[in-house]
Structure formats: C-alpha cells, structure tokens
Nanobody, 116 residues
Framework: QVQLVESGGGLRQAGGSLRLSCAAS????????MGWYRQAPGKQRELVAF???????NYADSVKGRFTISRDNAKNTVYLQMNSLKPEDTAVYYC??????????WGQGTQVTVSS
C-alpha cells in the first residue's frame, strides 16, 4: 500500500507563515518528482511547486519569492514553506508524488485559509 499524508494546514492572517508537510509511506523504493498543487473555490487546480530527485525546483509565478519547496529523501517527505501569505493563497493544497515503478499518487488535501 502507498499513501501520501499532508499536514500543517490551518488559518493564518495575511503576512503570516505556514509549513506544509507530506509524507509518503508504504512499499516505496524510490520517489522521483514531488510537488504541491492547490485548488481555490471556483478555480481550477494549479501547480504551486515541484522538486525533482536531484533537487531541481520550479514555482508558479504567483508564489515565487514567498514559497519554498524542499524534500527529505530519507524520510520520503516533501515540504512547502509558505511565507508572506496572502488571502489569494487560500485553497486546498494537494501533495503529489511520482513513485518509481508505481506511478503518480495524490494526498487527500489540506486546507489553507488566509484572512485579510
């Protein structure tokens, strides 16, 4: 069994910070790219950031300079450090991982709400 579990979501005021975590568990030999998507009410799901196995990263323009993605390969965990939060960051954040030999998996999502 493979499972991705997100944690760290919550409520913050504009300008605050939040750190999301996503841990993969189960029979996993190797994880290729891992990333974060988000979906706000009435909006399509969009890519926020992703990181490859060698540490290369990519960010949506809307979060560059504010969010940082990182991963701990030994723990099969990816993080999203979110600083200078804005109300427009309010969304359900989903973790995803490309697992070698198994395909792509998704977490259940965690709610991030930023008040003005």
């Amino acid at each position: 069994q493979v499972q991705l579990v997100e944690s760290g979501g919550g409520l913050r005021q504009a300008g605050g910070s939040l750190r999301l975590s996503c841990a993969a568990s189960g029979t996993i030999f190797s994880i290729n790219a891992m990333g974060w998507y988000r979906q706000a009410p009435g909006k399509q799901r969009e890519l926020v950031a992703f990181i490859t196995s060698d540490g290369s990263t990519n960010y949506a323009d809307s979060v560059k300079g504010r969010f940082t993605i990182s991963r701990d390969n030994a723990k099969n965990t990816v993080y999203l450090q979110m600083n200078s939060l804005k109300p427009e960051d309010t969304a359900v954040y989903y973790c995803t991982a490309d697992l070698r030999g198994l395909g792509r998996y998704w977490g259940q999502g965690t709610q991030v709400t930023v008040s003005s």
